[in-house]
């Protein structure tokens, strides 16, 4: 059994880019071709000034989501504020109550 062995391309040989080679490999001519790429690139413009408009949009809610956070951190403060002044008033009137069961007003 004996292999056959092929010399090397040289420079020059092989496929020649053509008008033919488009329409040997994809079945379209040379004319149809270049209005798929343009196609093709107006459809790359479109989704780059999608993705343009996407990335702003994701900006403005990521900061808007900040402010959020913030607004709800001071309102859990504000919550923890009266929490702790109406435990405190809720100890003045209990301490009032119990002066006032001291004193025992008949």
Request: aromatic share 4%.
């Amino acid at each position: 059994m004996s292999l056959k062995v092929t010399p090397p391309l040289r420079k020059g040989r092989g496929f020649k880019r053509n008008d033919n080679f488009l329409s040997l490999f994809f079945g379209i001519n040379k004319e149809a071709s270049v209005e798929a790429l343009k196609t093709f690139e107006e459809k790359i413009a479109v989704a780059v000034e999608k993705v343009k408009i996407l990335k702003k949009e994701k900006n403005s809610l990521e900061k808007r989501v900040e402010e959020l956070q913030d607004a709800l951190r001071l309102k859990d403060m504000e919550i923890e504020r009266l929490t702790l002044e109406k435990s405190a008033v809720k100890n003045q009137i209990e301490n009032l109550l119990n002066e006032l069961e001291s004193i025992d007003i008949k």
